[in-house]
């Protein structure tokens, strides 16, 4: 970032002026911060215009600061990867198929580089779909089961962002937005995301069960309670 960046974005209010001695400005951990965050969104597309307004509305000081970076920057459970083609169809232990690829970029799983190397956003959803197709389950069955569970997934998400923000948010906002309660508000955001998917893996577990019973009723005629256990 150029010295004339920094002074337009002062300019505009992104950041606080510089402390002066003399005719030396001074800039510290909280410029930073903000100069980083103004970069960030920047980069994921947000106009500088949107930019001068959220960051308008953002409370001065640094745990201000790091809630809002927590709201803006989506989870990852792991770092990005960066792979050729024939790098991921080694891995999936299938031959390298350029509609594949195709398929991977329109759903999100691998995006394409300038260098023509595939970006992996998510490396876990990425490995855990190769898993099942060494189970023998078709690659194809897969990609169309995959929108139905961004789907759901992304009804989950809203369901506990929305719980989040008529409890919790809301009281913090009628109360004002006091500089006091924000290190609660980051211990919940930093928090919600672990305890959610535990709740969604308990659930999810259960109704796995359930739908296995149904299934084994239909495909076998028998109880599965009455199957051997392989335990």
Request: avoid cysteine; glycine fraction near 8%; charge should be negative.
């Amino acid at each position: 970032m150029t010295v004339r960046n920094v002074r337009a974005y002062a300019g505009r209010g992104l950041i606080p002026p510089p402390r002066l001695v003399g005719r030396t400005g001074y800039y510290g951990h909280d410029h930073v911060a903000r100069l980083k965050l103004v970069q960030e969104l920047l980069s994921k597309g947000y106009t500088l215009a949107a930019v001068e307004r959220m960051m308008g509305e953002l409370p001065d000081g640094a745990m201000a600061l790091g809630v809002f970076e927590t709201l803006v920057n989506p989870w990852t459970p792991s770092e990005p990867e960066v792979l050729d083609e024939f790098q991921l169809a080694e891995r999936a232990g299938v031959p390298h198929d350029p509609a594949v690829i195709t398929q991977l970029v329109e759903l999100g799983i691998a995006e394409r580089q300038e260098d023509g190397r595939l970006r992996i956003p998510n490396p876990d959803l990425l490995r855990t779909g190769l898993e099942v197709i060494k189970l023998g389950v078709p690659m194809q069955a897969i990609f169309e089961m995959l929108p139905k569970l961004f789907a759901q997934a992304d009804a989950v998400a809203k369901t506990y962002v929305e719980l989040f923000r008529s409890t919790v948010w809301r009281e913090f906002s009628d109360a004002g937005l006091p500089a006091e309660g924000w290190p609660e508000i980051q211990r919940t955001l930093e928090n919600i995301i672990p305890l959610a998917g535990q709740a969604l893996v308990a659930a999810f577990r259960e109704a796995m069960a359930r739908e296995i019973e149904v299934v084994a009723y239909e495909e076998l005629g028998v109880d599965p309670k009455a199957l051997p256990s392989t335990g």
